[in-house]
């Protein structure tokens, strides 16, 4: 993976609203959770597309920079309350699809969401707006002036 795909806020503010006319299809909900840092700026924009006032975040890293940690390593905080088949965890990319396998365990009823997905990672999600090729994802927030 040397290839890097830089995503607009244009293209990403529509790829979340993509996303949510695809939950909105699925059904209605009534918390997101969303796993910080990644989650938290497609968390805001679901959740006023979709006008669900429950918000909360998981704090969680899988990542030192570029480098993915091993299992053991993964660092995992969240104070959330209930979680049940009304809520959506929301992540930015599910890239390996590891951050979503840990996360089911914990909260098998969520309904797991990402603007983007990887094949691999695209196994662990439930809903997501666009598929992406392996290749490293630059995030408009990553762009650095």
Request: aromatic share 12%; hydrophobic share 35%.
């Amino acid at each position: 993976m040397t290839k890097k795909i830089y995503i607009s806020w244009e293209d990403f503010h529509q790829h979340t609203k993509a996303l949510c006319q695809k939950i909105k299809t699925r059904g209605t909900y009534n918390k997101i959770v969303a796993v910080s840092r990644g989650g938290l700026i497609p968390a805001g924009i679901i959740a006023y597309e979709l006008d669900i006032r429950n918000n909360e975040a998981i704090n969680f890293s899988s990542y030192d920079n570029n480098e993915q940690r091993k299992d053991e390593d993964i660092k995992f905080e969240a104070h959330i309350g209930e979680v049940d088949a009304k809520t959506l965890i929301v992540d930015d990319l599910s890239d390996s699809g590891r951050t979503f396998q840990v996360l089911r365990k914990y909260y098998p009823q969520a309904t797991f969401v990402t603007v983007y997905a990887k094949q691999k990672g695209a196994q662990q999600v439930d809903i997501y707006a666009e598929d992406m090729p392996d290749e490293w994802i630059v995030f408009p927030w990553d762009v650095e002036e």
